[in-house]
């Protein structure tokens, strides 16, 4: 035997597949997976057969308006609109610090939760860009433990106010690594069309992803989601391009959504939901029976399309709930998508783990030797109990180092 050691060495956990394995790490990277590692480390941590996921992938977040529920007041209707109107009046009084204090402690609530990669959709429509500067200020500041990706997002629309569109190019040359959009918002359908257009155009100038809010609407009239897919083939661009809520697709007609399908599957792009936020959101101007205002996930994940899963909103004018915790996320999934055969509960699993990092467009993902050590390790043995339990995750390891510890619950049983 040598005499070698490493950091740390994580011993028989269980990784998705069911494999009990032992994994070493040295620096920041997983430099063995095996049965049984023989060699010893500074540090080794037992874990009986509890699972070893990738950690989760937020994939859909507005930091910028996380913590705010409240303030300066609550949505009564529940509505979407209600909620933009709310911002509007929020935004006027943003500064550098309340954005950084309020984005850095919703990503500390999310890593503690096994949240290692991010993407956060950022308000551009508001003149003074002090919520993007805010945002790229944080993605500097965290990268150590938690990556950032950032999209410059024009709440109010590209075309609502002459300056929108010169503060979202302004956004992407300081530094996003996204462009947004919200066609379905835009004051005709023509400007919904247009914005897509320019949000393609610019995407390419500036060598950007793309990521738009479409068709997050009732209407079964919102056909967005086509023109998307539409530039994304015409461009080339399929994979670096994702479609966010496209919730009026669970409204759209049965023939309509078969022929789209079919042009979905030549686009290759990638998609969001969001069910915490879109089961409330939407379904408000219904009587009964009332619409579950979600997008075809099941039939999506079916056709062989990537669908990750998005938090959305934590305590803002959207969603006054929220903890960052994504297993609740899939477990809403589960209800709302009715994807509850036991493939399709690992599913929702995989659409908050590897399904988020292939719509990032993350390439150092994933439990292989030679990785960038990023795991977590969960209080479950399977992602089906993970997701039914909403287990908690005991230990975060980001680049190499074990960011944060959490102890499960301990129930007291005091008569017989
Ligand atoms: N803005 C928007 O257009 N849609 C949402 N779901 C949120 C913000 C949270
Ligand atoms: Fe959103």
């Not at 500064?95 to 551009?124: C, M, P, W, Y």
């Not at 408000?284 to 579950?292: A, F, H, L, W």
Request: charged letters at 25%; a negative charge; one cysteine or more.
């Amino acid at each position: 035997m040598s005499d070698k050691t490493y950091n740390l060495i994580l011993r028989q956990g269980q990784l998705v597949t069911g494999e009990r394995v032992d994994i070493a790490i040295e620096e920041e990277k997983i430099v063995a997976i095996a049965p049984e590692i023989s060699t010893s480390a500074a540090t080794e941590i037992p874990l009986n057969g509890k699972l070893v996921s990738s950690p989760f992938v937020e994939s859909h977040i507005h930091l910028d308006s996380a913590l705010t529920a409240g303030d300066p007041r609550w949505n009564q209707s529940g509505t979407l609109f209600e909620g933009i109107e709310i911002w509007r009046e929020r935004k006027l009084y943003l500064s550098l610090n309340d954005v950084k204090k309020r984005a850095i402690e919703t990503l500390k609530q999310q890593a503690a939760q096994g949240v290692l990669f991010v993407r956060t959709h950022v308000d551009v429509s508001e003149s003074t860009l002090t919520a993007l500067q805010a945002l790229l200020e944080v993605r500097e500041e965290v990268k150590n433990w938690i990556t950032l990706q950032v999209v410059a997002f024009p709440q109010d629309g590209i075309y609502s106010k002459p300056e929108n569109e010169k503060l979202l190019k302004k956004a992407l040359k300081m530094g996003a690594d996204a462009v947004g959009g919200i066609p379905h918002y835009e004051f005709t359908r023509e400007d919904g069309v247009r914005s897509v257009e320019r949000i393609f155009e610019l995407a390419e100038k500036y060598n950007k992803l793309i990521d738009i809010h479409c068709d997050e609407i009732d209407d079964e009239q919102s056909r967005f989601l086509e023109v998307i897919a539409a530039g994304a083939i015409r461009s080339g661009m399929g994979a670096r391009v994702t479609a966010s809520h496209t919730t009026a697709f669970g409204s759209y007609n049965n023939a309509y959504a078969y022929k789209l399908m079919g042009l979905l599957e030549r686009a290759q792009i990638n998609f969001i939901a969001n069910p915490l936020i879109n089961i409330t959101l939407q379904g408000r101007t219904d009587t009964y029976p009332k619409r579950r205002g979600i997008t075809r996930v099941k039939e999506l994940w079916q056709r062989g399309l990537n669908v990750s899963l998005g938090h959305d909103c934590i305590q803002d004018p959207w969603y006054s709930l929220g903890t960052g915790n994504m297993l609740d996320v899939a477990y809403m999934a589960v209800h709302v998508c009715q994807m509850t055969g036991m493939t399709e509960i690992n599913a929702c699993y995989d659409m908050i783990t590897d399904n988020g990092a292939r719509t990032l467009q993350l390439e150092n993902y994933g439990i292989e030797v030679g990785k960038q050590a990023n795991l977590i390790v969960l209080d479950a043995e399977s992602r089906y109990e993970a997701i039914r339990r909403r287990a908690t995750v005991l230990y975060v390891i980001s680049q190499g180092k074990l960011l944060v510890e959490t102890e499960a619950p301990v129930t007291k049983w005091n008569r017989e």
